[in-house]
């Protein structure tokens, strides 16, 4: 079966940027896409279609996509945005869709 | 404002069914890819199916095929998730999602909205 794999944590100081990869065999073909979560609320989407950020989602979150890796970039990261992040995509067929097993940010 | 409201969770055996609704509003809801995905407790999230909005092609994750079935009726702008033969794992908060692109774009199935979610609970 289909699988995404992020790394478990990242951990950065507030100002900083924040990096959180997913890789993936289809991500050259597919779309990726990401939604943070903090404890308890529905996920919020942060990036779709790999680099475009939703209306009210702030400058400071920016995507790309690079062979079998997309990446999620968080420029001058703030406490707010502590929580767990998901990536989002379909295998090559577009049969399987997966979340990726989350990383959890910590700002401080 | 673009709103989807889940009902219909509960506390269920080992082996039950329940029937989960989600109403949406405020868009053209025959147009969209519709959802559902679960987060069992402080676990991450799981894709569990979709359906699409004008010929209702299903997709289902392998954890539930064969036992859940995903179904919208258009007229009442409802999706629906019927579970069968529920099993202690199928124990989450299932959140509705909707498309962020109409159907007719052919892009990728990625999820803008969300519902607050509804509890299951699968225990004897």
């Known amino acids: 079966s289909y699988e995404l794999t992020q790394p478990p944590s990242v951990s950065v100081s507030p100002g900083q940027t924040a990096r959180i990869t997913c890789s993936g065999d289809a991500l050259p073909k597919k779309y990726a896409y990401w939604y943070h979560q903090k404890s308890g609320p529905a996920p919020v989407l942060v990036i779709y279609?790999?680099?475009k950020r939703p209306p009210g989602i702030p400058e400071r979150f920016s995507g790309s996509s690079s062979g079998t890796m997309a990446t999620l970039t968080i420029s001058g990261a703030q406490v707010e945005d502590e929580g767990d992040y998901y990536c989002f995509s379909a295998d090559s067929g577009g049969n399987q869709r997966v979340f990726g097993g989350g990383t959890k940010l910590t700002v401080l | 404002e673009v709103q989807l409201v889940e009902s219909g969770g509960g506390l269920v055996q080992p082996g039950e069914s329940l029937r989960l609704s989600c109403a949406a509003s405020d868009f053209t809801f025959s147009d969209y890819v519709m959802g559902w995905v679960r987060q069992a407790p402080g676990k991450g999230l799981e894709y569990v199916s979709v359906?699409?909005?004008?010929?209702?092609?299903?997709n289902y994750a392998d954890s539930v095929k064969g036992r859940f079935t995903i179904s919208r009726d258009n007229s009442k702008k409802t999706v629906y998730l019927l579970m069968n033969s529920l099993r202690d794992e199928d124990t989450a908060t299932y959140y509705c999602v909707k498309d962020i692109r109409d159907e007719s774009s052919g892009s990728d199935v990625g999820f803008d909205v969300w519902g607050r979610g509804t509890k299951v609970t699968v225990s004897s």
């Open positions: 279609e790999d680099s």
């Open positions: 359906i699409s909005g004008t010929f209702g092609i299903t």
